[in-house]
């Protein structure tokens, strides 16, 4: 499982400590193109990196991914997007779908202290969705905020977790409805 917390950060460990006695191992996703790693391989402190937590450990792998996300800003700045995602393979399915056990409610507390920034907000306060498959007609479901159907946004998730384009189908869903206005991804 991954959980992504897009931001701006300098960080050179390979773990990352969270609480007392939790270890939390962690990839590094330099901005593109790659000029920022060094011919070794290793990381070079950049000002724009994607840090992406490993929860469990996962193989980087050109399998999409299922899971649910936030885009975050205020006052339409350029939003930030946290996620949590699995790969396709290691989804159960259940009743002919695949989706993620966790929820939204269930996940933010743990955004929440990776990013005490996100502390006085409530899990709905900021656009959300998540991404699930469906067997029937093997379509890959995208279910947001209305205030997310729009290009940038969904790219951002679709090329992200390496989702099928020719299979998805976008859905809005009154269930996720937010108080915040956000701006395009970084």
Not at 108 to 129: A, E
Request: aromatic letters at 12%; zero cysteines; proline letters at 7%.
């Amino acid at each position: 499982m991954t959980l992504h917390l897009g931001r701006r950060i300098a960080v050179s460990d390979d773990q990352f400590q969270m609480g007392v006695g939790s270890r939390i191992g962690f990839t590094l996703e330099a901005p593109q193109p790659r000029e920022n790693w060094s011919e070794n391989g290793k990381f070079k402190r950049v000002s724009n990196v994607y840090l992406r937590m490993e929860i469990e450990p996962t193989i980087p792998s050109n399998e999409p991914r299922l899971g649910l996300f936030w885009f975050i800003a205020e006052h339409r700045r350029p939003s930030r997007s946290a996620s949590l995602s699995r790969a396709f393979s290691q989804v159960t399915e259940v009743a002919g779908f695949k989706t993620l056990d966790e929820g939204h409610v269930d996940v933010w507390p743990t955004v929440q202290r990776l990013d005490q920034t996100l502390l006085d907000y409530d899990y709905d306060h900021f656009p959300r969705g998540r991404v699930n498959w469906r067997k029937s007609d093997d379509r890959w479901l995208l279910v947001l905020d209305p205030k997310l159907n729009r290009a940038p946004f969904i790219a951002h998730i679709v090329f992200g977790w390496k989702i099928p384009r020719s299979r998805l189908l976008t859905l809005t869903d009154i269930h996720y409805r937010s108080f915040a206005r956000v701006g395009p991804p970084q």
